[in-house]
């Protein structure tokens, strides 16, 4: 997990986007589904409609690191 690179907050995921990871470059996304390293490196994939853009940081080496799952805390239940 990457913390120093502009983390975007679980505050502004969708609902249900438990996943969020950084590409090398930068770019923050949210995920519906649990993202895999891509094969020519720097980015996560995952089918595109699971993707979403969640914010931009600077670019980051040690983006292979940065995948992480909603914390339990932030979980958005239902309504009843």
Known sequence: MTPDFD???WSLAPEGWN???QDEDGRWFW?????????GGGVWRAPSRAQCLAGHGPPN?????SLQERP???ARLPAD
């Open 19 to 21: 996943w969020l990871a």
């Open 31 to 39: 995920y519906g589904v649990k993202p895999v390293l891509g094969i």
């Open 61 to 65: 080496p040690d983006w292979h690191a």
């Open 7 to 9: 983390t975007p907050s």
């Open 72 to 74: 339990i805390s932030q």
